[in-house]
C-alpha cells in the first residue's frame, strides 16, 4: 500500500520502519528533516510538509506529539487535507483530542476523504517489536480493510466503535496507568519505611490477586459489568478493615496517603449504604450513580 508517514519520533520511527518492512511503500515526513535520511536508505521517500507525503497516498498515517499538532499537521495550510485524495483514509496513531478527531472527521468528510483515530500503546519497545496494542475508531468496515496494515505494527489491534473511540479508549488506558502508579507509590513507600523489603513487597504483590492480573480477568468482566455485587468474592468490611489497617499503619510511620484515603472514604460512604456484605467492588456503584453511567455488557 501507498502510505504517507508523518512524524518519525521514538514512537512514529520504529513503526514507520516495521511499515517498510512489510513491504509498504512510504513517503515520509517529519520537522526534523534529517530523520528521513534512515528511511531514504530503506527506499522511502521524503516530503517537504504533510501535503506533500499526503500526495499519491492510499493511506496517511501521523503520530505526533498531541492533538495541537495533529489538528495543524491534519487542517493547516500545508496540511494533510490538502494533498489527500478522494478516498484515501487519514489515521492518526497519536493520543490526543477526541474532539480534534471528529473536527478533522468532518472536515476530511466534506473532501471525501476518510478518517480513523488508531492510537497506540506499548511503549518504544512495543514500537520496535510491532507488538503494540492499536485502538481504533471510525467505520468498522474501513477498520476490518485496514487490519493488516496496523498489524504491520502491532499484534493487539482492536475496533473501539464511532471516530473518537479509540482516542477515548487510550485516554481510559493512560489515566489507569498514571493513577495507578501512585497508588504504587504509596503502597512501596509505607511497605518499605515499615520494614520490608522493597523486592520482597514486589514478590508479595506478584504473588497475591491483583498481581495476577483479577481486577481486569474476573472484577470487571464477572462483577462490574454483569452487576453481580451481591455474589461475595471478598465483602466489602473487610476490605474496609484491611484498608483502614493500611491508613492506620501510614499513620503510625508518617507516610502521606492521599489515594488511600481517598479510597478509604468511599468505602466508608458505601457501608454507609448499608453495603457491607456485598463484594468488595460495590463502590463502583458509587461512581456510577455520580458519573450518570452504568459499565454493564
Known sequence: MRIGFIGLGNMGGPMALNLIKAGHALVVHDVRSELAKAYLERGAKAADNPRGAAQGA????????????????????RGVIHGAAKNAVYADLSTGSPRV???????????????????????????QRGTLQIMVGGDEALFHHLKPVFEAMGDKVAYMGEIGCGTIAKLVHNMIGICTRQVVAEAFT???KAGVRPEALLAAVKG??????????????EIVFKGDFDTVRFALRLARKDLGLATE??????????????AEQTLIEALARG?????????????????????RT
Open 58 to 77: 492510499e493511506l496517511i498515517l501521523t503520530s505526533l506529539p498531541g492533538p495541537a499538532e495533529v489538528e495543524s499537521v491534519a487542517l493547516g495550510e
Open 101 to 127: 478527531m471528529r473536527t478533522i472527521h468532518a472536515a476530511f468528510k466534506e473532501k471525501g476523504i476518510h478518517v480513523l483515530d488508531a492510537p497506540v500503546s506499548g511503549g518504544v519497545w512495543g514500537a
Open 190 to 192: 509505607l511497605g518499605v
Open 208 to 221: 497475591g490477586a491483583f498481581g495476577q492480573g483479577l481486577l481486569l480477568t474476573q472484577v470487571l468482566p
Open 249 to 262: 499503619l501510614a499513620r503510625e510511620f508518617n507516610v502521606p496517603m492521599e489515594m488511600a484515603a481517598l
Open 275 to 295: 453495603w457491607g456484605d456485598k463484594d468488595f467492588s460495590a463502590p463502583f456503584m458509587l461512581q456510577e450513580e455520580r458519573a450518570g453511567v452504568k459499565v
